[in-house]
């Protein structure tokens, strides 16, 4: 598995994984407003978006030459997405110029378990302390479980004081990581 910045190319393709991944995990609504967000972030240029990619393999193409996933076979076929978003483009829970945040941490629902997820926020990590970020934060619904495993496993700690609601009957929790 290579982790690598996404083509503008891919960026389509990106937001069905993200909105695949959250509709599977039960963490979207099919009639919700936040898919449209899911398949445009990084399109406007405000942040990198990263993605985790494997080698094609035509054996596994159906007669559509489409894998079971829905890549195309005997291309790289990504497998995950990441978003990291530095000052001033990143959201609201960032607090100045020395932070920045992940993003839409997306990995299609077969690759799951896998380490998708986990390489993908370590590259995130890597990347911003290369930037000379010292914190690193992100928010995350109290529903993904999954997601809050590789996050303390890779050191970040709950930041209570800054849950916040982007809309009413919406919570999203806060988590941050200090840097070198």
Known sequence: MEIREATAAE??????????AYLAGGFLRADSGYATTLRSLGADGAGVVLVAVEP?????AGPS????DGSQAGRDRIVGTIMFQAWPQAGEIVAG???AEIRALAVRP???GSGVG???????IERAAKAG?????LSTAPEMRAAH??????GFARLPDRDWSPAPGALLLAYGLRLG
């Not at 030459?65 to 079971?68: N, Q, T, V």
């Not at 986990?118 to 995130?124: I, K, P, T």
């Not at 970020?133 to 934060?137: E, M, S």
């Not at 495993?149 to 890779?154: L, Q, T």
């Open 11 to 20: 960026l389509a393709e990106i937001g069905e994984i993200r909105v695949g």
């Open 56 to 60: 094609g393999d035509e054996l596994a």
């Open 65 to 68: 030459g489409a894998a079971a």
């Open 97 to 99: 110029p020395h932070e």
């Open 110 to 112: 077969l690759a799951q």
């Open 118 to 124: 986990r390489a993908l926020v370590q590259a995130v």
């Open 133 to 137: 970020v010292t914190h690193l934060v």
């Open 149 to 154: 495993r590789i996050y303390e496993r890779a």
